[in-house]
Nanobody
């Protein structure tokens, strides 16, 4: 069983920065694609950023140039560095792990990010 624990959320003013972390248990981290999703009140969950096992990163258009996803396989941890935050970035951010060879996936419990104007 894989467990994902997010941390790093909080309240920040517009223009500020936060770094989210997602720590994973288990040995399948290195062969998994890790993604960050977010869900704002009244909206559907949306994909924010993804990083493959090989380190290839992709971003949703609204966060390109502001957010950076990275991974540390030695620590089984993925990070989401968020800069130039906007009120519209306010949401619960979720970490998702998908094993690349069988597509099985796991979710973290989420961490709240609130950006005040």
């Amino acid at each position: 069983q894989v467990q994902l624990v997010e941390s790093g959320g909080g309240l920040v003013q517009a223009g500020g920065s936060l770094r989210l972390s997602c720590a994973a248990s288990g040995s399948i981290f290195r062969i998994s694609t890790i993604s960050w999703y977010r869900q704002a009140p009244g909206k559907q969950r949306e994909l924010v950023a993804t990083i493959s096992s090989g380190g290839r990163a992709n971003y949703e258009d609204s966060v390109k140039g502001r957010f950076t996803i990275s991974r540390d396989n030695a620590k089984n941890t993925v990070y989401l560095e968020m800069n130039s935050l906007k009120p519209e970035d306010t949401a619960v951010y979720y970490c998702n792990l998908k094993i690349e060879y069988n597509r099985r996936e796991y979710w973290g419990q989420g961490t709240q990010v609130t950006v005040s104007s």
